[in-house]
């Protein structure tokens, strides 16, 4: 089988799952956690260091940044300004260049402000990085967002930390149409069988935290979620059967006794 | 010695008015390579720390990475 490798912004990686470092129980936790997930990408924050409490753990402890691609992203920004100070933050900590934007626009669902998203996008862009963007599904927000250089689309599956898995596989399916940008799935799943329905509406890769972090044996789900990811890869490349409205014998007519 | 008043990642501090960004930082034994500094919402280039001297009221925020989605 030819090498079927996740390209964002000319980087190879090899698994197609993305995951998120955020609310494990202890660092430790989170990584046996991306271990088990295969993920070659985490998404990070960026936040206060505690001065107050200098032997709290830090994430660079547990997860050595030279292996695993480290993703600032601007998650708790609710405008361009925000999210702009914290990438440049991000970039100045250790030369990071490829992060996520989001800008959210309500405190309740978490959707993004898609406004203050592609002003943020075409600035950090002209700025040299390279902004994988977490949006709505809107397949003309999308189009606009990869006019403006976004290195990568990230539609929303369902409200961030929902569980609810794919919406609107109409839209996604449109955005997958459109473009040939890397096309992740960010957000919203809840069990591992919602990653491999994105893989097989052509997505390039999913992005999972909640559904990991928050299973019941995160580990386990971690496995499941790598495993579902590659199973709906393969699907998708080995191209489905047409649906038909009525039942087809799988085995011959021929010969019945 | 002469004190002066800055605030560091939104908390006071009471400093020797000689103090260099680069004092403040070994002071919080904060490993610089894991972080990133602003000094008044401007980020600084951390290879000028020692350069940098700090000032009555100035704002300092130092950040870096953390678990997140």
């Known amino acids: ?257 | 010695m002469k004190k002066i008043k800055i605030k560091v990642n939104g908390k006071n501090r009471s400093i020797s008015e000689t103090y260099k960004l680069s004092d403040l930082i070994k002071h919080l034994k904060i490993p610089m390579k894991k972080v990133a500094i602003e000094l008044n919402e401007e980020i600084i280039d951390k290879k000028n720390v020692n350069k940098i001297k700090l000032n009555q009221n100035d704002k300092i925020e130092i950040v870096h990475f953390i678990g997140g989605g």
């Open chain 1, 1 to 257: 089988m030819k090498k079927d490798n996740l390209i964002i912004a000319k980087k190879k990686f090899k698994s197609r799952l993305i995951v998120g470092t955020g609310k494990y129980k202890t660092m430790s936790e989170c990584a046996k956690a991306i271990k088990l997930s295969g993920a070659e990408i985490v998404t990070v924050a960026v936040r206060r260091v505690n001065i107050s409490d200098k032997n709290k753990p830090l994430l660079m402890d547990y997860i050595d940044p030279k292996k695993i691609t480290y993703l600032p992203n601007t998650a708790g920004c609710f405008n361009s300004k925000e999210a702009l100070r914290t990438l440049r933050l991000a970039r100045e900590i250790g030369g990071w260049k490829l992060v996520k934007l989001e800008v959210l626009g309500d405190k309740e669902n978490l959707f993004p402000d898609m406004i203050e998203t592609l002003e943020s996008t075409e600035v950090l862009t002209k700025e040299g990085f390279k902004v994988m963007v977490y949006c709505n599904d809107d397949p003309l927000m999308a189009k606009r967002l990869e006019n403006v250089g976004a290195a990568a689309i990230m539609p929303l599956a369902a409200p961030i930390g929902s569980g609810l898995g794919i919406q609107n596989k109409i839209n996604i399916q449109i955005i997958r149409k459109q473009t040939k940008l890397p096309l992740i799935i960010d957000a919203g799943l809840g069990q591992a069988s919602d990653a491999t329905i994105a893989m097989e509406l052509g997505c390039d890769g999913v992005l999972v935290n909640t559904a990991i972090a928050k299973a019941k044996k995160p580990f386990d789900m971690a496995l499941a979620f790598k495993n579902a990811v590659i199973a709906g890869r393969q699907s998708y490349n080995s191209g489905r059967i047409d649906k038909t409205l009525m039942g087809n014998p799988s085995s011959p007519l021929k010969g019945i006794i």
